[in-house]
């Protein structure tokens, strides 16, 4: 049976935290598996336009533990430095009585009027196997406004669930402190609000975890019935995705089930209304997977699940940085998905058949589909990227194609360039072999 923890009975009120959604993409309802268009497309783009993922911003400030670089001093007077230094040192006690299981003692730090939330938290974060909780700050307190002796510092945590010693996740937390004397008192923990990644579940809700060998799972109580189920189709579908990694794999792969209120909030929410899952970057090298209970059928989970935690194997850390790789990144995902079923058995081949009869350009490079795009073209590109991934795997072997998607996705080399070391064909070729076989496939 695998291992389920269970957070103690807690009011609804402490977890229900209102966050600030990111803008919804528009897409059409479908019915199919629609569901990785938000896994890495959103990420492409924000870096294409110029904007800086989530990761990056955090490696920017502390290191992967959650240090501070060496040799930086904090910005601000030497009394806020001060200051600084003595609500880390509150949180570092906090977190002692965190990876203790001591849960007075993590209370101890904060005002009565926290300790409700922060009760949930604790039981979340101990359902999940907290095995590292290292807070730091590279910033100095704020004054709140019109509240004297309030302050807010902006802390980033390292954190580590089931494996000690792994290389940290980060996420942002906004603190909330009141001055007794010298004592600096914790107030609130706000939700990750300045961390572009978002809200994490355990920021936010109650939570029932399962944990087994490669996987953890982990739902609201409400649904906590389907949890030795999904454990058990998420250890088979790591033990997929586990081929697929480039570099070692996750030390554990981290699935999130949301229902409706959990979709909109975790992770800033505003997905698509089409999207069944996505995956999402949040440092250490690891990409935390979400499932939507809400568009997910039965027979869909299997596949779903190996499509993301192939993403979460494969993918860099700070996520890919150009569009024109989209096609190689879900085409690897999908070729994971279908599991060596035989082309023909590939249930978007009909959409392929629309997309390369209509008025796709034939480039591999520009396939991939607007965040507007129609169910069928949705469908489509993901079809074409399944079918390329798939011929050269057929012609050149699972390793070998995983060396190619290293060079171009993670060594951001050109494929002209990763085609002629890793496969030793000129890739203008390859890539027209690729259409040629996508074109015949579709029929």
């Known amino acids: 049976m695998p291992d389920v923890a269970l957070p103690a009975p807690l009011t609804r009120a402490a977890a229900q935290v209102s966050v ?16 990785p268009l938000w896994t890495v497309l959103g990420l492409a783009l924000g870096l294409v336009a110029g904007a800086v993922p989530g990761v990056l911003l955090r490696q920017l400030a502390p290191d992967a533990a959650g240090r501070p670089a060496a040799g930086r001093e904090l910005p601000g007077t030497a009394a806020e430095r001060q200051l600084a230094a003595r609500m880390v040192a509150q949180l570092d006690r906090q977190g002692g009585a965190l990876l203790r299981g001591d849960r ?5 730090v904060a005002e009565s009027s926290a300790r409700p939330a922060l009760t949930r938290r604790y039981a979340a974060l101990r359902a999940l196997r907290v095995t590292a909780w290292r807070p730091t700050t590279e910033r100095v307190p704020v004054a709140v406004d019109g509240l004297p002796g309030q302050w807010r510092l902006t802390v980033t945590v390292g954190y580590c669930f089931v494996v000690p010693g792994c290389a940290p996740s980060t996420a942002e937390l906004g603190t909330r402190w009141r001055l007794v004397g010298e004592e600096p008192r914790l107030m609130a923990v706000e939700p ?41 189709q998420a250890e088979a579908a790591a033990r997929a995705a586990d081929r697929y990694a480039v570099g070692p794999p996750p030390d554990r792969y981290l699935v999130y089930y949301a229902g409706r209120a959990e979709w909109q909030r975790w992770y800033g929410g505003g997905r698509p209304k089409w999207t069944a899952g996505y995956a999402v970057g949040v440092g250490g090298g690891r ?9 997910l059928a039965p027979a869909g ?17 700070q996520g890919y940085a150009d569009h024109a790789d989209w096609w190689l990144v879900e085409g690897l995902a999908e070729y994971a998905g279908a599991d060596g079923q035989p082309v023909d058995r590939y249930e978007g081949l009909a959409e392929v058949r629309r997309l390369v009869r209509g008025r796709w350009s034939g480039r591999l490079d520009a396939v991939a589909p607007a965040d507007d795009a129609t169910d069928d073209r949705v469908g489509g590109a993901y079809g074409v990227g399944y079918l390329a991934v798939r011929h050269l795997v057929d012609r050149y072997g699972e390793r070998r194609v995983l060396d190619f998607f290293r060079a171009v996705v993670h060594q951001r080399r050109s494929p002209d360039e990763a085609a002629d070391e890793v496969f030793g064909d000129p890739w203008p070729a390859l890539h027209d072999d690729c259409v040629a076989y996508v074109r015949a496939a579709a029929g």
């Open 20 to 35: 600030p959604a990111a803008p919804a993409p528009t897409g059409t309802a479908v019915k199919r598996r629609r569901w």
């Open 104 to 108: 007075a003692g993590f209370l101890a």
């Open 192 to 232: 990750s609000r300045t961390d572009p990644t978002g809200v994490r579940p355990w920021e936010v809700d109650d939570l029932a975890v399962a944990v087994g060998k490669r996987a953890l799972v982990a739902t609201t109580p409400a649904q906590r019935a389907k949890l030795p189920g999904l454990l058990a």
């Open 287 to 295: 990409h935390d997977v979400v499932l939507n209970a809400q568009s």
């Open 301 to 317: 989970v299997d596949d779903l699940l190996r499509h993301e935690l192939t993403h979460a194997a494969s993918l860099p850390d």
